[in-house]
């Protein structure tokens, strides 16, 4: 099942989702694409049935997004304070 030190699947889906929308990739699919990834990983890295992964997947997938949104957020938001 899940390890904590599994948690760095985490930006690893994020950092594939990225890489896609600098491809091109409109914004609005990038949570999608993070689903999908997850899934896909967790079909293929973890060591579960179907449900699992699919289940541990769009966790994965979901975490990566508010991951990446949460950054890019704090990272506008420290910009605007120190007048950038």
Request: net charge positive.
């Amino acid at each position: 099942m899940f390890e904590i030190y599994d948690i760095a699947i985490i930006p690893l889906i994020a950092g594939l989702t990225q890489i896609f929308k600098r491809a091109g990739l409109p914004a609005q699919y990038s949570p999608f694409v993070a689903i999908f990834f997850g899934i896909l990983i967790a079909f293929f890295y973890l060591d579960v049935t179907m449900k699992e992964a699919i289940l541990v997947g769009v966790m994965l997938g979901l975490s990566a997004s508010g991951f990446y949104s949460g950054t890019k957020n704090f990272v506008e938001m420290n910009g605007k304070k120190n007048g950038k």
